[in-house]
């Protein structure tokens, strides 16, 4: 879980230009990497 959250933020970094402001294309990485946390994180719960 942790590790797949770690990983997604490292892509997310690396996407995103560094000590340049946020553009809308890293806020769009952003919310589908939050997406995809809280889908893990349902079907993780739905799992149990």
Excluded at 24 to 40: A, E, V
């Amino acid at each position: 879980m942790s590790f797949t959250a770690a990983l997604s933020l490292q892509i997310l970094f690396q996407l995103s230009p560094s000590g340049s402001p946020p553009t809308p294309s890293f806020r769009f990485w952003s919310l589908m990497g939050r997406l995809h946390l809280i889908r893990i994180i349902g079907l993780w719960i739905l799992g149990i």
